[in-house]
């Protein structure tokens, strides 16, 4: 067996033996999840990507690999990455409209087009997740809050 070459890979490789006897519920999605990490990864070091897009690419890596997150692993076993998914997905189309057309895709390792799956695995594990999405996105830093009025907007708006 090859030595990896470093600990992202080293993760990778232990992701890819904790899914690939799993057959549960979300399984279409969960065996997906080696090569999002992967796509993260590549886009993390890929000198095109502009540093403006990184701390969501950081944001979603590390919660791949935190140990207590929304839905646990350690709780859940492979179910558990539904979770790191969703939040693959909706950090993916939103880096799709800040990124030049064809990088993502370029990091892309996986057999299926990447658009395919960005929708795929979004619409899937929000089935999942759902009522955690704000939490999940929260943890991460990442919330889709509405942005707070200025101050004095209201006087503004006064007859």
Not at 126 to 143: C, H, P, Q, R
């Amino acid at each position: 067996m090859e030595k990896p070459r470093d600990l992202f890979e080293v993760f990778c490789r232990l992701l890819e033996e904790e899914i690939e006897d799993y057959e549960g519920e979300f399984w279409e999605v969960i065996k997906v999840a080696p090569e999002m990490f992967r796509l993260f990864v590549n886009l993390l070091r890929d000198p095109d990507v502009p540093a403006s897009c990184k701390p969501i690419i950081n944001a979603t890596i590390a919660y791949f690999v935190a140990p207590l997150d929304v839905v646990p692993e350690e709780r859940c076993g492979p179910a558990g990455y539904l979770d790191d998914l969703f939040l693959c997905a909706w950090s993916l189309k939103r880096l799709k409209a800040q990124l030049e057309p064809g990088v993502l895709e370029r990091n892309w390792g996986g057999e299926k087009p990447l658009d395919r799956i960005i929708d795929e695995v979004y619409e899937r594990s929000l089935d999942g997740v759902w009522m955690g999405k704000k939490e999940i996105l929260d943890y991460v830093g990442l919330s889709e809050k509405e942005r707070p009025k200025p101050p004095f907007s209201r006087l503004a708006e006064e007859p």
